[in-house]
């Protein structure tokens, strides 16, 4: 089996990080090496780190003040020397399997992608993931592009495509996913190699999160297509709502579109909530709207930057 680094990356997760470690010593295959990149915590987290360093071997903790995350993982993998990487990030917890599973498939592609579950405690974590989360089984391997809290790959494969975009500061790992695609690289998707993150937890920390998520998409020149039909959407019915001040039936196709396009998200709800899928129904409309502002407002604030790059 190929000798494989493992790269997290962390800043400020003192209450965290512990699982994250935790769960990297329970895994079924250790990984040969361990690189931790603290991108300039102010809490505890690197001392945890450290602690944890020295009782293991072949474990290194690299302080690295003001790096973003692309320049966090690319110093962490430059930092190691196996000839493959798994990478990770803070706020997560590993399964026991999912470095096994994720080394094993890569004795037969470039690319391991493993998958996410999300660790929730609140009713609006649990619904927001009903609608920003597919099941594994909606993903289509060929066009999954998987974040980098759950992915492996051959060294010389992050060389080839020109390693993660530190001019990026988010979206990072789904320009790298485009340019693993563009080059042309095996990609496995391994649905059972994965990784379980918090959500956020917060209306306010979803807002901010999407706003950021779109901000580095315009930048970065990802998924124009899929902004521009949002904002065709929401002009489309904001001309509907218009028009129904004289026909009032006008206000039934946004009504039927939106159901239409949350559907994924209502039959996630009803597989998924136990309870609350009441709650659910009644307050996801909600959410994907909001989701979507923030989306829009963070695709316009990035554009001028992707414009003047």
């Known amino acids: 089996m190929t000798a494989v680094a493992l790269v997290v990356t962390v800043r400020d997760e ?14 079924t295959l250790r990984p040969d090496e361990v690189v931790v990149v603290d991108g300039g915590s102010s809490d505890a987290t690197p001392d945890i780190a450290e602690r944890w360093a020295r009782a293991g071997q072949r474990r290194t903790v690299v302080i690295a003040p003001g790096t973003n995350i692309a320049a966090g993982r690319n110093l962490g993998i430059a930092t190691s020397t196996a000839p493959a990487v798994a990478v990770t990030d803070a706020g997560c917890v590993l399964d026991r399997h999912w470095l096994e599973r ?19 405690t609140r009713a609006f974590e649990r619904i ?28 010389s494969v992050w060389e080839r495509v020109g390693r993660y975009p530190e001019w990026l500061d988010v979206g990072e790992d789904m320009y790298f996913d485009f340019e693993l695609v563009r080059h042309g690289v095996s990609r496995r998707f391994v649905p059972d190699a994965i990784v379980r993150w918090r959500p956020r937890a917060t209306v306010r920390g979803f807002v901010r999160q999407y ?50 396009w949350l559907r994924p998200a209502y ?6 909530l136990r309870a ?13 709207a909001v989701q979507d502002v923030a989306k829009m407002a963070g695709y316009l604030s990035g554009f001028p930057r992707r414009a003047h790059r």
């Open 14 to 27: 003192a209450d965290t990080i512990g699982q994250l470690l935790a769960s990297v010593d329970a895994q």
């Open 102 to 120: 994720l080394t094993t498939a890569l004795d037969g592609a470039d690319v391991a992608m493993g998958y996410y579950e999300p660790l929730t």
């Open 128 to 155: 927001a993931t009903c609608l920003t989360l597919p099941d594994a089984a909606e993903i289509n391997p060929e066009r999954f592009m998987p974040s980098s809290r759950s992915i492996a790959f051959r060294r």
């Open 211 to 260: 706003f950021r998520y779109a901000r580095g998409d315009a930048v970065a020149g990802m998924y124009p297509r899929r902004h521009a039909a949002r904002f065709g959407a929401y002009a489309a019915t904001a001309a509907l709502v218009a028009l129904a001040f004289r026909w009032p039936w006008v206000v039934a196709i946004p009504v039927v579109g939106a159901t239409v």
């Open 267 to 272: 039959a996630r709800a009803w597989r998924r």
């Open 276 to 288: 609350g899928r009441a709650l659910a129904f009644a307050t996801l409309p909600a959410i994907a």
